[in-house]
């Protein structure tokens, strides 16, 4: 989203300044040595680790700290474009956020032809949730429980990106989230774990494919390691404290799961977790993730990350426009911690650049972990083909054309009916009859620019098919009334303070004469509420979860009216629903659904499909009962409700969220029964399975998500009261049965202990089953010594 900052520029200005001031060296030196001339064009098959080194051994310093350089697309145009080009001719490692493929080709041109050992550059972008052809935000991919969701989202993102030249993308972010207020839980998968791990291996094999040298792929990098997810308060940025264990058995696993499905660059996070921030931290990108995990490939910074662990000045803090952290004392100490943290590659500042000679000179750096940063790059970069394929395969002008493709539009439109959740549908108002008229109400109905959610890529609003417009294609004569208008709140990128007396929610009242209007001949209702895009993703906490602006008010309208209505929320976050569910008979969650808006929510509405999705995250019934999450520790006086004295809030009805991870509804019923386990005991190194029966018990067909829970009950540090640790969405007919299996070992019934150490520990485990995390049938078996 910040794709370009006067800050930043001014940043990237000031530290240029020094460095020409200090007399600093960053143009890399041109040889005379012929060999040296000859852009490396080694055969393939050569070995890759003999390339690289080959390739490594001819680098001159200069150029190995540029080719650890990654650059934003504003240093490449207007009047930057000219010292652009010269970073490139240095040697320039990589550029993020360009995608005009004629740019990229000219750039890769003048890496290939014109840097003296014609090294390509490697173009990445934010491909989130689609390139040009939009998905559904990756909370709703998350809320299809279905890997091929994400793997379609992913596979047709980088067949997109890949057309105009790009080759990395900064995706799957896999941040766990515990905290609804921060926007950023919009881009991964919510609250668990192994949802969040299951699906970004999907991601990363849609990605890259077998092999991301094929022309169709990218490189993935997952972020942001590690624990970004849980910023305090949940303002985007802000610092976390958390114990070994939860680092080990909530946040690393998704990181695990990407890296062992083959992602080769990953991006450490902005925050700090225990004071340490992610791009300064050696324990989680040296010895977790290189070390332990034997991950070979590069890890990038997040934006300006590194120039942020500078302290700020004590006066005139705007003097060093990226400071805060204070774990280094200036630009030099930043980069050197960066780099021997274990970073590898330093995105926008760019201080390991401009001060790597010094830190060598002075002995702060060494050459070997340079050179290991340096190798890991171009391993990658060789990994990717782009030494033989530098270039995209289709000419810029033949790049519209690989847009927004019919198999694209339809994997999206069919992500989005996946996607969406059906948490409420009281006497069975939905779905609704198309043959009957319908009356589109909200601010949200006739909206093409929220549909994409945040991180839009380079999709375009205009791409988008509204909701209006998809009901009034299944349902014809279909009228509307926005009722009130959201604000978008956004800040224009060229405007460095957001105005004081923004309007952050807009819907400030409600045009009832307008709405009355068009409900006047209708038979039936869909309301379309919820957020505006700019209300989440990065930088765009809320410190309430409600339906922003009046839009409550809007739904009793409706309601008065007395015709059947259900509503359809858009929004990137778990909302607090409190204030509507009561009144509201049919309610179903479309998250932003992408550029297919209007046919999926349509496809839903009206029965076309049958909605399967479930909650990746739970939906409290108020803001104060956050961090509320299903994957809880117990307590020893857990809630119980006409109790005191037990860790309840005197004022919520509920132990527990409005509506459980897990949850949702369909337009048929089902009965998950017969859970039975292959054995009662079972060794450490052993496995077990767990079977369960799924018996569609209503009229129509229709998906469930069979779900495995485990608890450990006895257990050296107090284990979660369930976990995922298995689902399965399977489509059945009325009256249809078929039985799941699951496999559980040590990876599901182990755990890491607050020293990191995994440990199987002998004793009972519990194994729940059914169709939400509240399920209760349950078995036993035991881990034996
Ligand atoms: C975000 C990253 C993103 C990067 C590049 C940062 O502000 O935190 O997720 O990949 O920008 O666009």
């Not at 490396?40 to 390339?51: K, L």
């Not at 662990?309 to 100490?333: I, L, T």
């Not at 109400?441 to 093409?448: E, S, V």
């Not at 070992?745 to 182990?750: C, M, P, R, V, W």
Request: with cysteine.
């Amino acid at each position: 989203m910040f794709r370009f900052s006067l800050k930043a520029a001014l940043a990237v200005s000031l530290v240029a300044i020094a460095v020409a001031a200090a007399g600093g060296v960053v143009a890399a030196t041109r040889s005379s040595d012929e060999e040296a001339l000859q852009p490396v064009r080694q055969p393939a098959g050569g070995g890759i680790e003999s390339r690289v080194n080959r390739l490594l051994s001819r680098m001159t310093v200069e150029e190995k700290l540029q080719q650890v350089t990654l650059l934003p697309d504003f240093r490449f145009t207007g009047d930057q474009a000219e010292e652009g080009e010269e970073e490139v001719r240095n040697g320039l490692g990589a550029v993020l956020s360009l995608t005009d493929p004629q740019r990229i080709r000219e750039l890769q041109r003048i890496a290939v032809e014109e840097s003296r050992l014609g090294i390509p550059l490697l173009f990445a972008f934010d491909t989130i949730h689609g390139f040009r052809t939009i998905f559904p935000i990756p909370l709703g991919t998350g809320a299809s429980f279905d890997p091929q969701v994400a793997s379609d989202d992913a596979r047709y993102g980088a067949r997109e990106s890949a057309a105009v030249g790009l080759k990395q993308t900064y995706a799957p972010m896999v941040d766990v989230s515990h905290e609804p207020r921060w926007g950023r839980i919009s881009e991964a998968a919510g609250e668990d774990p192994y949802l969040n791990s299951v699906l970004a291996a999907a991601r990363v094999k849609g990605t890259q494919g077998t092999d991301y040298s094929d022309r169709d792929r990218l490189v993935a990098s997952p972020k942001h390691l590690v624990a970004y997810g849980e910023p305090e308060a949940g303002r985007d940025y802000n610092t976390t404290d958390l114990s070994e264990q939860r680092l080990r058995n909530l946040y690393l696993p998704p990181f695990k799961a990407a890296i062992d499905a083959g992602a080769d660059t990953a991006m450490c996070s902005f925050n700090a977790i225990n004071g340490v921030p992610g791009c300064g931290n050696r324990y989680t990108m040296t010895q977790i993730l290189k070390r332990e995990w034997d991950f070979d490939g590069f890890i990038e910074s997040d934006w300006t990350a590194v120039a942020e662990m500078r302290a700020c000045p004590p006066v005139n803090p705007d003097d060093v426009p990226e400071c805060g952290h204070g774990v280094a004392e200036d630009g030099p100490g930043a980069a050197a911690l960066a780099l021997s943290s274990g970073l590898d590659m330093e995105m926008t500042s760019t201080l390991i650049r401009d001060f790597g000679e010094q830190l060598l000179d002075e002995g702060r750096i060494s050459m070997g972990r340079l050179n290991d940063a340096v190798r890991r790059i171009l391993r990658v970069k060789f990994r990717a083909g782009l030494f033989e394929n530098p270039y995209s395969r289709f000419q810029p002008e033949e790049t519209e054309a690989e847009m927004l493709r019919p198999d694209a539009v339809e994997a999206a439109r069919r992500a989005a009916g996946r996607s969406m959740v059906l948490l409420k549908n009281d006497g069975g108002v939905l779905p609704l009859d198309p043959s009957r008229k319908t009356a589109v109400i909200g601010p949200l109905a006739d909206n093409q620019h929220d549909m994409l959610g945040p991180w839009w890529g380079r999709g375009a609003d205009e791409d988008v098919v509204t909701v209006l417009d998809g009901i009034d294609e299944q349902s014809p004569g279909a009228t509307h009334a926005a009722g009130c208008q959201l604000s978008n709140g956004e800040v224009p990128f060229d405007q460095e303070e957001v105005p004081k007396d923004r309007d952050p929610e807009g819907c400030t009242s409600i045009d009832t004469a307008e709405v009355n209007a068009a409900l006047a001949d209708a038979q039936q209702v869909v309301v379309a509420v919820g957020e505006t895009r700019e209300m989440s993703g990065e930088a765009n906490a809320r410190s309430t979860l409600d339906l922003p602006g009046r839009q409550e008010e809007l739904i009793q309208a409706v309601k008065a009216s007395g015709k059947p209505y259900a509503v359809v929320l858009f929004n990137g976050r778990p909302l607090a629903l409190e204030n509507i569910v009561a009144d509201t008979p049919a309610l179903l969650e479309a998250w932003f659904p992408g550029v297919q808006a209007g046919p999926a929510v349509a496809d839903v509405v009206f029965g076309k499909v049958n909605p399967g999705g479930k909650l990746p995250v739970s939906f409290p019934y108020r803001v104060g009962q956050v961090p509320i999450y299903y994957n809880h520790e117990p307590t020893g006086r857990p809630c119980n409700k006409g109790v005191k004295w037990n860790s309840q809030h005197r004022d919520i009805p509920s132990c527990g969220p409005l509506f459980e991870f897990g949850h949702g509804l369909s337009y048929t019923t089902f009965e998950v029964s017969n859970l039975a386990l292959s054995r009662s005991t079972v060794s450490r190194n052993g496995s077990l399975r767990a079977s369960v029966d799924v018996t569609n018990t209503g009229s129509r067909q229709g998906d469930e998500v069979v779900q495995l829970y485990i608890h450990d009950p006895v257990a050296s540090i107090s284990q979660p009261v369930r976990r995922l640790r298995g689902f399965e969405r399977v489509t059945l007919d009325p009256g249809q049965t078929r039985t799941i299996t699951f496999t559980l070992n040590k990876s599901d019934f182990g755990f890491y202990d607050n020293r990191g150490r995994f440990v199987v520990e002998p004793g009972r485990i519990d194994v729940y089953a059914g169709n939400s995390s509240a399920a209760e049938m349950t078995e036993s078996f035991t881990v034996t010594g």
